[in-house]
């Protein structure tokens, strides 16, 4: 009986609680009702009013947004910023990163990026301390004393010092270790004075010798373990290398071995934390190389490479891409033909002069395609010594053509001059490039205008190495190095046409007794005013004799998709001389703040 009185009271509260809930709702709908539909009616008359106030608010914050933008961006550049990965394509293959070893293109790559020099050159080409701090030069001008710069480390963490730097010259002076820089180094004594100073000793004065000690140092820590008949072959060269230089080593990928032609390594280097001249701001630099060009450039154009190098013009499969950047590295080097002046037609002063007056330089320059430099003398323009009255012979056809007919040159039914049987006609020896296609082929043309035969021979890069080697040709286009020194006797002395001599780069096996002494004697004079004094001889005899056509100052033509924030347009002693500042490219941008 008691349950259910209980069951009846709770569904009397139970109805009475659906009665309330239902009261509200049906108030809820009253009150929405007669407080929104009914008020909403009334905007309707207003409806324009209110669409104009709510338009201008929305104008109002549109206009502030865009404002903040405008100052945002207004406040804001485009810079470069640090990061990413840099990745350099060239031909070759990779051997050796050791600098006492390191030749090819790929090799001299690697090396540079890795192991530091005691000098190197800044953006105006001077000499510039890398690993050391300054030197200085007795007053005889054989002893040169260095001083490295503190805190010097080896990419393994070991302190660099003097030991290192003598070890290194000791090792290539060494004829076990067969480095190719030996014969640059023989009769100079090295030694340390102290963890920091070095001390070179010279047979005799040369001006020129800081500019010698810009090669990698090498750690004696680890090399010193290794007989110097080993060290050509050893691991540190390919597998662990170890150096100061701006980026260290991380690894090496070969691939595609069993094809030549799809032969590819790759070698990723990372930026060394304790680098004296700054930690780079690339992220990784890898150093791709290729056994094919036709591989390289495909790589390239595929956006799988930021740059490649070793080309003397754009190859025609990337003349079309716009995005690419062509810097134009001018290189302190003369272009020129070398007259072999020992036999046939070229060992006769007037032909050779003869043929310097019936070249028309400007117009070979004007084809290339880019700005350059004339060069009129053994020594370039602006280098200490050149002087502007003593340039080779001008173009001028009526003078060339003189020059032949009053010795005896006469012109015959063909057009060849000869002269007692004798036809004038030597052939022309060129690299296998665009640019020497093109410099030989006008050069050919103008020469014929004389009444001189040219043929042209074009060799391959072995081919044409070994025609300078053994001097197998009668004229050679050939460009040489010279460097921010003007010492040029290694190209013009007497004693570097010797087949016996180390190098014989007197590639026109130029003879001439008072050029030799000028020489001699120029590059042992410390004092640049005696030097130019000096040198003046041999200027004058080089003029008169014409050994040779100077021709222009080639460039480096490194090719990069788009602009490499820090690589500058500046002179250049030798193709890696690019990396002079390399801790400072930037290839990533980002808007900053100002």
């Not at 070698?267 to 690339?282: M, N, S, T, W």
Request: cysteine-free; glycine content about 8%; charged content about 20%.
């Amino acid at each position: 009986m008691r349950t259910r009185l209980v069951r009846l009271r709770f569904r009397r509260r139970f109805r009475k609680g659906q009665q309330q809930v239902g009261d509200l709702s049906t108030q809820a709908e009253q009150h929405i009702d007669r407080h929104f539909f009914k008020r909403f009616e009334r905007l309707l008359p207003i409806r324009r009013f209110l669409i104009g106030w709510v338009g201008l608010v929305l104008l109002l914050i549109a206009g502030l947004v865009a404002q903040n933008i405008a100052l945002s961006t207004h406040y804001q550049t485009l810079q470069s910023v640090p990061g990413g990965i840099y990745k350099e394509g060239v031909r070759g293959r990779f051997t050796n990163a050791n600098p006492m070893y390191a030749t090819s293109d790929a090799d001299t790559t690697v090396s540079r990026l890795m192991f530091a020099g005691l000098f190197t050159y800044d953006e105006h080409g001077k000499l510039a301390g890398d690993l050391a701090r300054d030197y200085s030069v007795d007053a005889n001008g054989n002893t040169y004393t260095v001083r490295l710069k503190p805190n010097l480390t080896w990419h393994d963490g070991k302190p660099l010092t003097a030991a290192d730097v003598v070890f290194t010259y000791q090792m290539i002076q060494n004829p076990d270790a067969q480095s190719p820089l030996r014969s640059s180094w023989q009769g100079i004594t090295v030694t340390a004075s102290d963890k920091h100073t070095i001390v070179f000793k010279l047979p005799s004065g040369l001006a020129s010798f800081p500019y010698n000690m810009t090669n990698g140092i090498v750690p004696q820590h680890i090399l010193s373990k290794i007989s110097p008949n080993g060290l050509r072959s050893a691991d540190f060269n390919t597998v662990h290398p170890i150096g100061a230089g701006p980026f260290e080593w991380r690894a090496i990928q070969v691939d595609g071995t069993g094809d030549p032609k799809k032969a590819e390594q790759q070698i990723a280097l990372k930026p060394f934390e304790q680098y004296q001249g700054g930690v780079p701001k690339l992220q990784e630099f890898v150093v791709h190389v290729f056994g094919d060009g036709e591989e390289l450039v495909k790589a390239f154009d595929d956006d799988q490479l930021t740059a490649i190098e070793g080309y003397t013009a754009v190859p025609e499969e990337l003349s079309g891409d716009k995005a690419i950047v062509q810097n134009n590295l001018p290189l302190r080097a003369a272009n020129m033909v070398f007259f072999k002046t020992t036999q046939g037609v070229l060992s006769q002063q007037p032909v050779r002069q003869a043929l310097v007056q019936g070249a028309d330089i400007n117009s070979i320059i004007k084809s290339l395609g880019y700005a350059t430099r004339a060069v009129r003398e053994p020594i370039l323009a602006g280098q200490l010594g050149y002087d502007p009255t003593l340039t080779q012979a001008a173009y001028n056809l009526k003078a060339a053509k003189a020059t032949l007919e009053a010795n005896g040159w006469v012109v015959g039914k063909s057009g060849v001059r000869s002269k007692a049987g004798q036809e004038l006609a030597f052939t022309l020896t060129v690299p296998n490039s665009v640019e020497a296609s093109l410099v030989s082929g006008q050069l050919k043309s103008q020469w014929k205008q004389i009444g001189a035969k040219v043929d042209i021979q074009t060799l391959g890069t072995s081919e044409f190495q070994n025609a300078i080697t053994y001097h197998s040709y009668d004229a050679i286009l050939n460009g040489i190095s010279i460097g921010a020194d003007p010492d040029v006797f290694v190209y013009w002395d007497s004693t570097q046409a010797d087949i016996r001599s180390a190098n014989r780069l007197n590639l026109s096996e130029y003879k001439n007794a008072t050029a030799d002494a000028a020489l001699e004697s120029g590059r042992t004079r410390i004092d640049p005013t005696l030097r130019v004094i000096k040198y003046k001889p041999f200027l004058q005899e080089w003029q008169k004799d014409a050994p040779a056509l100077g021709l222009y100052q080639p460039r480096l033509l490194y090719i990069t998709h788009g602009t490499v924030s820090g690589l500058d347009e500046r002179p250049l002693t030798t193709p890696t001389d690019r990396f002079a500042n390399v801790q400072n490219w930037q290839i990533r941008q980002d808007r900053v703040t100002n």
